[in-house]
């Protein structure tokens, strides 16, 4: 009898089994199912956790470095960075340049004012900056030096030069002091000079930018203050973003003195310092077998071949680095063994604690032509002389180098030398 309640399934084949054996339906729990495989088996699986590794990694790293980077960043705001901090403080980015502009107006440490334009610059080099920003870099750090005193005698007659130089200050890294040279370009005009000339716009092509220019004492009849003003000019190039700025005008001022004389810079002489002076004083050679022909010309006819130069030496045997003895503002002569007359081949101006004195020997670089001058020697033929250098003291030449506070006051002159004089 069939029990009651129990639902028919349908019918089972029991075809050659045990009657007593019972029937295991599929999906049974006997484990007889494929078994589950490991959740880390599937290649996608360890896809995603290497991106949410990666990601985790770079945005710790990332965090850590911006976290470094406003720690320095308040460093500099409290005064507290040093200076090699500053230096390398580009490499956090945007993060550190609101300081790094305090740090450069601020400052009143000239290192710590120089690393953070140095860091500054990187930035700029690296393309971080916007042009507003780049052109702030220039604002805040441009400088200027007048080479210029401010009172002068009335009775100069001869023309007064003066010199200004202007730009930004070197960073004390040369590949980054090249960049900046190779990508900024500096024009300027003067005013105040009463010349036409001066006021005109001037394109520089030294790399260091700058201007020479002179002064006719006969043109400023009255005592003074007669105000010079440059207007810089800076351009861009060659970079992602080339802009043109105009910064603000540089001024100065000089005036005349009735009381002031002009021979006021010359020196006294005394036999101590005229040895030393013969000593130091030599002539330069060129070498005509490691170097190319080089001449200079005398007049129409006639150019000096390999010419000779003055030079000024600092070296002597078994003594420590020697110094100027006085101060130089003095005209270069040329003269020849039993021919009348000189050349004149310019002026030598070199205060003793200029940085031309620093090495181991100061020259005077040969003019390519000689003056013209009704006075000048004429020569009759080509061949080998002997010529010496004469250097004549003008003291009134000082004025123009403000360095310039004792002028030696007598003549110095070179030794004899052989000169090869051909025809041109």
């Not at 090699?84 to 300081?99: A, K, L, M, W």
Request: net charge negative; with cysteine.
């Amino acid at each position: 009898m069939a029990q009651e309640g129990v639902e028919d399934s349908g019918p089972v084949d029991r075809t050659g089994a045990n009657p007593s054996t019972p029937v295991r339906r599929p999906g049974g729990r006997d484990g007889s199912a494929t078994p589950k495989g490991s959740p880390f088996a599937d290649p996608r699986r360890w896809l995603f956790l290497a991106v949410v590794g990666f990601l985790a990694i770079g945005g710790g790293r990332k965090w850590l470095h911006g976290r470094k980077g406003r720690a320095l960043a308040d460093k500099m705001a409290d005064g507290n960075a040093s200076v090699e901090e500053i230096r390398q403080s580009h490499r956090f980015g945007r993060i550190v340049v609101h300081d790094l502009f305090r740090v450069l107006t601020e400052d009143a440490t000239p290192d710590r004012r120089r690393a953070a334009l140095e860091a500054l610059v990187r930035l700029w080099k690296a393309d971080e900056l916007i042009p507003e920003e780049e052109k702030a870099i220039v604002t805040r750090s441009f400088m200027t030096n007048w080479q210029i005193r401010r009172k002068y005698p009335r009775g100069l007659s001869s023309p007064l030069t003066i010199r200004v130089d202007y730009g930004l200050p070197e960073t004390g890294d040369q590949d980054l002091d090249a960049w900046i040279r190779q990508h900024l370009e500096w024009s300027h005009r003067l005013t105040g000079t009463r010349r036409a000339s001066d006021d005109q716009w001037r394109k520089l092509e030294s790399p260091k930018p700058g201007s020479l220019f002179e002064i006719i004492p006969a043109d400023f009849p009255e005592d003074g203050p007669h105000r010079l003003i440059l207007h810089p000019r800076m351009h861009v190039r060659g970079l992602t973003d080339n802009w043109q700025l105009d910064l603000p005008a540089q001024t100065t001022s000089f005036e005349w003195d009735d009381h002031l004389q002009t021979g006021a810079l010359k020196g006294m002489p005394d036999s101590t310092r005229a040895s030393q002076w013969r000593e130091m004083l030599r002539v330069r050679s060129a070498n005509a077998s490691e170097s190319d022909p080089v001449h200079t010309e005398i007049d129409d006819r006639f150019a000096l071949s390999f010419p000779p130069e003055p030079m000024i030496s600092f070296l002597r045997p078994g003594m420590p680095h020697a110094a100027l003895p006085c101060d130089l503002a003095h005209q270069v002569f040329l003269e020849f063994e039993s021919v009348d007359g000189r050349w004149c081949l310019g002026e030598w101006i070199l205060a003793s604690n200029s940085e031309l004195c620093e090495g181991d020997a100061a020259f005077f670089r040969m003019p390519q032509k000689f003056r013209s001058a009704e006075d000048a020697p004429r020569l009759e033929r080509a061949g080998t002389y002997r010529g010496r250098f004469v250097l004549e003291p003008r003291p009134e030449l000082g004025w123009s180098d403000p360095a310039i506070r004792s002028v030696w006051p007598e003549s110095i002159t070179t030794g004899w030398f052989d000169v090869e004089v051909v025809r041109k």
